[in-house]
């Protein structure tokens, strides 16, 4: 029996755990790698001792516009399944208050037995690749996958290109557009992660300070995020922990055009009115010191001579603030917020809505974790799930069953999977058939829909069983599909028309009509 054929674009964290994966199920895999070497960016992680995963979970670990995604790709390799992978690749784990590291405290090593593990199951991996386009095979495979030196051909495809944010090469953003050229909606992409910049010139003063405190950020006057821990002060604003924590939405706010501002509590252990009762007794236990004098022993000088040089000095310690006006470059993020919209992918398989056998990983997706090794924990889920689902696809008439491929870019779906599960209408699509809407006509498959809290479409919109508003008309009355008989592994658009009382509508298909069949 032949391999099945899999292609991987990226030899990074997500991309060698689903090349692992894929071949530990079967599959024949191939790892197009852009730089000289597989894993550049894993070796940059945890200041280069590689922060692997967190035994904490918190809720707000992942953000996103849907941070619930990450949940079936956990389910399906978990954080307790990450420390076995690892312990059977030779990476003993070091637990640091949650914080898991390799004992080695080497990045490297991590790198090394992936790269290992790989070999071993006959992984091929070919660095100083670029991927210049993805297109329809024409020797009975899915994909054409093409560089500037070579083409590939594949039965599944896995983007696992990472993002822009990092100054190591290839972090070039590249995945976005295959990704787009592929029918996908890319969330705005901006730097996470990374320090803020503010408003003025006046830093200077307290560059290099490193002090406790708690900073809130407000976006336009409401309360967004709220982090503590070791602030550092810089020329240009503010770094740190606890600003990488919320920097995303600082970020966001700003190139959206809200207004985005730091509250500064360099005294967050006590309450404002204990500020001034402490300010008090020193006054009164040395009365000879003066304003500065005072702060001594509590804030580092260079801090000191900033606050004191405020009007209210109560207030400068209690609640300093700053007016974000950007955050540093790409190169200088740890990770992006934004990318692919999850909404596009398939929760447990990572499989892209539009493409099947199309999988989109990691760094790649609008998913984005804080500080502490989840966005890497986010990698080695996403990519485990997408290898071993990529290696095996499931069976046809299970596709179809759970899934019908017929769904917009708002993922719910144009044809509703209940009357969908048969022959009589996926046959028809599939073979560039008239499409016959299911009995019941739109009424009975509005009442279906609600009844499985489904959405329905737009009043007055025409949209009718099979039909989505704006793009897709995948069955319905009057409904022909175009092109001849339907090819699974064809990505470029296809053309669907229908009459209506404004004229002839076109709409441009970025999807598979079906599922079954593949």
Wanted: hydrophobic share 35%; proline share 4%; net charge positive.
């Amino acid at each position: 029996m032949k391999k099945r054929q899999v292609v991987i674009i990226g030899a990074g964290a997500s991309g060698m755990t689903a090349a692992i994966m894929a071949a530990r199920n079967g599959a024949a895999v191939t790892v197009l790698e852009q730089n000289e070497k597989p894993g550049k960016k894993i070796c940059a992680t945890g200041n280069g001792k590689c922060n692997f995963s967190n035994l904490a979970m918190p809720e707000d670990a992942y953000r996103g516009r849907h941070p619930e995604f990450v949940k079936d790709a956990f389910e399906r390799f978990s954080v307790k399944d990450t420390v076995e992978f690892f312990k059977e690749l030779g990476i003993f784990p070091l637990d640091r208050n949650g914080y898991l590291y390799p004992r080695s405290n080497q990045a490297q090593r991590v790198v090394d037995v992936l790269c290992m593990e790989a070999s071993h199951l006959g992984v091929k991996i070919k660095t100083n690749e670029q991927v210049t386009a993805i297109e329809p095979a024409r020797n009975g495979n899915n994909f054409q996958i093409l560089t500037k030196g070579w083409h590939y051909e594949a039965d599944a495809l896995i983007l696992a290109n990472g993002s822009k944010a990092s100054s190591i090469s290839g972090s070039d953003g590249s995945g976005y557009e295959l990704a787009k050229s592929l029918g996908h909606h890319i969330i705005p992409v901006y730097p996470a992660l990374t320090a803020l910049k503010c408003k003025g010139n006046s830093y200077k003063g307290w560059a290099g300070v490193r002090t406790e405190g708690r900073i809130s950020l407000l976006v336009d006057n409401e309360l967004c995020s709220c982090q503590q821990g070791e602030l550092q002060l810089t020329e240009y604003g503010i770094s740190g922990i606890p600003v990488f924590q919320l920097s995303r939405y600082a970020i966001c706010a700003v190139k959206t055009g809200k207004k985005a501002v730091l509250k500064i509590n360099f005294l967050p252990e006590c309450t404002v009115d204990e500020v001034k009762e402490l300010l008090h007794q020193r006054k009164k236990d040395c009365p000879y010191k003066n304003e500065k004098e005072l702060l001594t022993g509590l804030f580092p000088e260079k801090l000191i001579n900033v606050l004191t040089s405020q009007k209210n000095l109560i207030s400068a310690i209690t609640e300093y603030t700053l007016e974000v006006t950007d955050g540093l470059s790409f190169s200088q993020a740890q990770v992006c917020s934004g990318g692919v919209d999850t909404s596009e992918i398939v929760n447990e398989t990572l499989e892209s809505r539009f493409c099947p056998n199309v999988y989109i990983v990691g760094e790649l997706l609008d998913i984005d974790g804080t500080c502490g090794g989840y966005n890497l924990q986010w990698a080695w889920s996403s990519g485990a799930a997408a290898g071993i689902h990529a290696a095996k696809p499931a069976e046809p008439a299970e596709r179809c069953g759970q899934r019908c491929a017929c769904q917009d870019r708002r993922g719910f779906a144009a044809v509703d999977p209940a009357l969908c599960a048969g022959a009589a209408v996926c046959g028809a699509l599939r073979t560039g058939a008239v499409g016959v809407p299911p009995a019941g006509g739109r009424a009975a498959l509005v009442q279906r829909r609600a009844a499985a809290g489904q959405r329905q479409p737009p009043a007055g919109s025409g949209a009718g069983p099979g039909q989505r508003r704006g793009g897709l008309l995948a069955a319905g009355a009057g409904a022909v599909v175009f092109g001849g008989r339907y090819r699974g592994q064809a990505l470029l658009a296809e053309r669907l028309h229908t009459q209506s009382k404004r004229g002839l509508r076109h709409f441009r298909q970025h999807q598979p009509l079906c599922l079954m069949g593949m």
